[in-house]
Protein backbone atom coordinates (compact mmCIF):
# COMPACT_ATOMS: atom_id res chain seq x y z
CA UNK A 1 0.00 0.00 0.00
CA UNK A 2 0.85 3.61 -0.78
CA UNK A 3 0.36 4.53 2.50
CA UNK A 4 2.99 6.26 4.75
CA UNK A 5 3.01 7.31 8.41
CA UNK A 6 4.47 10.73 7.01
CA UNK A 7 0.32 10.91 6.18
CA UNK A 8 -1.39 10.57 9.58
CA UNK A 9 -2.86 13.93 10.59
CA UNK A 10 -2.77 12.77 13.84
CA UNK A 11 -6.84 12.69 14.35
CA UNK A 12 -6.92 9.02 14.63
CA UNK A 13 -11.06 8.48 13.08
CA UNK A 14 -9.55 10.71 9.95
CA UNK A 15 -6.42 8.70 9.74
CA UNK A 16 -7.79 5.19 9.96
CA UNK A 17 -10.42 6.81 7.46
CA UNK A 18 -8.13 7.81 4.99
CA UNK A 19 -6.22 4.59 5.09
CA UNK A 20 -9.18 2.39 3.79
CA UNK A 21 -9.24 4.49 1.38
CA UNK A 22 -5.84 3.72 0.17
CA UNK A 23 -6.73 -0.04 0.37
CA UNK A 24 -9.73 0.20 -1.66
CA UNK A 25 -7.64 2.06 -3.88
CA UNK A 26 -5.71 -1.05 -4.22
CA UNK A 27 -7.98 -3.36 -4.20
CA UNK A 28 -9.67 -1.72 -7.41
CA UNK A 29 -6.39 -2.84 -9.12
CA UNK A 30 -5.63 -5.96 -7.76
CA UNK A 31 -5.73 -8.58 -10.62
CA UNK A 32 -6.52 -11.31 -8.29
CA UNK A 33 -9.79 -9.25 -7.15
CA UNK A 34 -10.73 -8.49 -10.65
CA UNK A 35 -14.28 -9.46 -10.22
CA UNK A 36 -14.61 -7.10 -7.59
CA UNK A 37 -13.71 -3.96 -9.41
CA UNK A 38 -17.67 -2.91 -10.08
CA UNK A 39 -18.51 -3.19 -6.27
CA UNK A 40 -15.35 -2.17 -4.73
CA UNK A 41 -15.49 1.00 -6.90
CA UNK A 42 -19.14 1.38 -5.62
CA UNK A 43 -17.83 0.62 -1.83
CA UNK A 44 -14.88 3.40 -2.50
CA UNK A 45 -17.36 6.21 -4.15
CA UNK A 46 -19.82 5.72 -0.83
CA UNK A 47 -16.87 5.78 1.34
CA UNK A 48 -15.44 8.75 0.35
CA UNK A 49 -18.57 10.78 1.02
CA UNK A 50 -18.92 9.25 3.96
CA UNK A 51 -15.78 10.52 4.81
CA UNK A 52 -15.99 13.69 3.93
CA UNK A 53 -19.11 13.91 5.60
CA UNK A 54 -17.44 13.27 8.92
CA UNK A 55 -14.04 15.60 8.14
CA UNK A 56 -16.76 18.36 7.55
CA UNK A 57 -18.49 17.57 10.58
CA UNK A 58 -15.38 17.77 12.49
CA UNK A 59 -14.69 21.16 10.54
CA UNK A 60 -18.00 22.43 11.64
CA UNK A 61 -17.81 21.41 15.49
CA UNK A 62 -14.40 23.00 15.70
CA UNK A 63 -15.65 26.20 13.77
CA UNK A 64 -12.23 25.89 11.49
CA UNK A 65 -12.62 28.71 9.36
CA UNK A 66 -11.21 27.73 6.11
CA UNK A 67 -14.59 24.83 6.81
CA UNK A 68 -16.20 25.90 2.85
CA UNK A 69 -12.60 26.48 1.28
CA UNK A 70 -12.17 22.79 2.59
CA UNK A 71 -15.85 21.29 1.58
CA UNK A 72 -15.32 22.92 -2.26
CA UNK A 73 -11.85 20.48 -2.48
CA UNK A 74 -14.09 17.95 -1.21
CA UNK A 75 -17.05 18.19 -4.12
CA UNK A 76 -14.94 18.89 -6.74
CA UNK A 77 -13.05 16.03 -6.43
CA UNK A 78 -16.57 14.08 -5.92
CA UNK A 79 -17.98 15.71 -9.43
CA UNK A 80 -14.49 14.03 -10.73
CA UNK A 81 -14.53 10.75 -9.29
CA UNK A 82 -18.46 10.14 -10.37
CA UNK A 83 -17.43 11.37 -13.51
CA UNK A 84 -14.95 8.97 -13.63
CA UNK A 85 -16.93 6.07 -12.68
CA UNK A 86 -19.60 6.77 -15.53
CA UNK A 87 -16.71 6.60 -17.68
CA UNK A 88 -15.91 3.34 -16.20
CA UNK A 89 -19.24 2.09 -16.95
CA UNK A 90 -19.93 3.32 -20.55
CA UNK A 91 -15.96 1.92 -21.62
CA UNK A 92 -14.72 -1.12 -23.19
CA UNK A 93 -11.39 -0.29 -21.90
CA UNK A 94 -12.21 -1.06 -18.54
CA UNK A 95 -8.64 -1.72 -16.74
CA UNK A 96 -7.47 1.77 -18.21
CA UNK A 97 -9.94 3.87 -16.73
CA UNK A 98 -9.64 1.39 -13.67
CA UNK A 99 -5.65 2.52 -13.32
CA UNK A 100 -6.89 5.97 -13.84
CA UNK A 101 -8.94 6.35 -11.04
CA UNK A 102 -6.46 4.29 -8.64
CA UNK A 103 -3.98 6.82 -9.22
CA UNK A 104 -6.22 9.69 -9.38
CA UNK A 105 -7.80 8.98 -5.62
CA UNK A 106 -4.27 8.25 -4.56
CA UNK A 107 -2.69 11.14 -5.76
CA UNK A 108 -5.50 14.04 -4.87
CA UNK A 109 -5.24 11.95 -1.65
CA UNK A 110 -1.84 12.80 -0.86
CA UNK A 111 -2.00 16.00 -1.86
CA UNK A 112 -5.30 16.71 -0.11
CA UNK A 113 -3.93 15.13 3.29
CA UNK A 114 -0.44 16.94 3.37
CA UNK A 115 -1.75 20.22 2.18
CA UNK A 116 -5.02 20.59 3.68
CA UNK A 117 -5.76 17.71 6.32
CA UNK A 118 -2.69 18.98 7.65
CA UNK A 119 -4.11 22.47 8.27
CA UNK A 120 -6.90 21.52 9.46
CA UNK A 121 -5.41 19.10 12.20
CA UNK A 122 -2.68 21.52 13.49
CA UNK A 123 -5.81 23.53 14.01
CA UNK A 124 -8.06 20.99 15.96
CA UNK A 125 -5.12 19.48 17.71
CA UNK A 126 -4.21 23.05 18.82
CA UNK A 127 -7.97 23.85 20.46
CA UNK A 128 -7.97 20.45 22.40
CA UNK A 129 -8.11 21.42 26.08
CA UNK A 130 -4.30 20.10 27.36
CA UNK A 131 -4.90 16.56 29.09
CA UNK A 132 -4.90 16.39 32.78
FE1 LIG B 1 -10.33 16.72 3.39
Redesign the pocket.
Known sequence: MLWSKSLETGIPKIDEQHKELFRQADVLVDQSKADRVESTLNFLKDYVAKH?SD?EAFHRSSNYPKADA?KK??IEFTGGLKKKVEEFQKSTNKSSIILTINSMVINWLKE?IMR??KEFATYYIQKQPPRP
Open positions: FEHLHHHD
